[in-house]
């Protein structure tokens, strides 16, 4: 036997070379972000490449290769892929483009007549401008769900309440400008998240007066006491939005509330759930409260 005593030869037989699965090809021009079938085929893959693990298919024509991430994007790139080079992002995903807190599928465009003045670059992509967003969302949203959009342009000063006004009285001729208004008169500056929006409009539409937002309670010295979300003065009533960041700061939250309880102010504290699922039971402690002054 010799040296090779102990050993196992294996042969491999050059007809099993055929049944060795190939790499896939990955061209490196397609991993960079969103591309198409078109320039698939310019980078030498067919269309039944495409099927393999190597890629993730991101709407119709539009595919990305799956070592990256499917970030929104991502999305808005593969949807500009398939679309003229003068057309603009419109609705909730142009919201999302100027930074507000909306979702941004599904992707909403506009056709390219769009007068160019009411488009902006945002995010690197064609987008309304934000007054001509927030008109249009006006028109297609609930009044509640468009005053969030606008108290967040607001807050966020991206626009004033007076640039909002102005453009929406340019338009005074155009279809839906009664709704835009309706909204302009209830959006404020104030309101510090969505809920706290949603809180204060379940209140209004429903016929209790506005309350002033983001109220600080001083004492007779002037020290601040606390702030408030909401606040009705001739009532002393407090009304607060409870959502995450309560959670992570819970124990000077409730410090708080004490010194404003000690200080004669009453409270009320309201969750995701009371407002959106419960409404009435929040309709109706409110006016209880205020009623009884």
């Known amino acids: 036997m010799g040296f090779l005593t102990g050993c196992v030869v294996a042969r491999i037989d050059v007809r099993d070379a055929d049944r060795v699965p190939r790499p896939p090809l990955v061209p490196r021009e397609l991993t960079r972000g969103p591309f198409t079938t078109v320039e698939a085929r310019r980078a030498g893959l067919q269309r039944w490449h495409l099927e393999g693990t190597s890629w993730r298919r991101l709407r119709h024509g539009a595919y990305i290769w799956a070592g990256l991430s499917e970030t929104p994007v991502m999305r808005l790139e593969a949807a500009r892929l398939r679309r003229p080079a003068s057309m603009a992002f419109s609705g909730k995903t142009a919201a999302w483009l100027h930074g507000l807190d909306v979702p941004c599928d599904p992707i909403e465009t506009i056709r390219p007549e769009v007068d160019d003045c009411d488009v902006v670059v945002r995010r690197g992509f ?37 640039d909002l006004r102005d453009w929406i009285d340019s338009r005074a001729a155009t279809k839906g400008v009664r709704k835009a208004r309706r909204v302009l008169e209830f959006a404020q500056t104030g309101a510090e998240s969505p809920m706290e929006t949603r809180l204060r409009m379940l209140l209004v539409l429903n016929g209790q007066p506005r309350p002033e937002l983001q109220f600080k309670v001083q004492d007779e010295t002037g ?25 992570a700061s819970l124990v ?23 407002v959106l699922r419960r409404p009435e039971g929040v309709l109706s402690q409110v006016r209880d409260m205020l009623a009884a002054r």
């Not at 979300?229 to 407090?238: A, F, S």
């Open 223 to 247: 020290t601040v006491l606390g702030r408030l979300d909401m606040y009705y003065r001739e009532q002393r009533l407090g009304l607060e939005y409870d959502g995450d960041t309560h959670r």
């Open 252 to 274: 000077e939250d409730n410090r708080r509330q004490n010194r404003l309880l000690m200080a004669g102010v009453r409270l009320l504290r309201f969750t995701a759930s009371d």
């Open 126 to 162: 064609r987008a309304t401008s934000l007054p001509r967003t927030i008109f249009d969302l006006s028109n297609r949203l609930s009044l509640t769900e468009a005053v969030v959009v606008a108290d967040q342009a607001l807050h966020a000063k991206l626009l004033s309440h007076t």
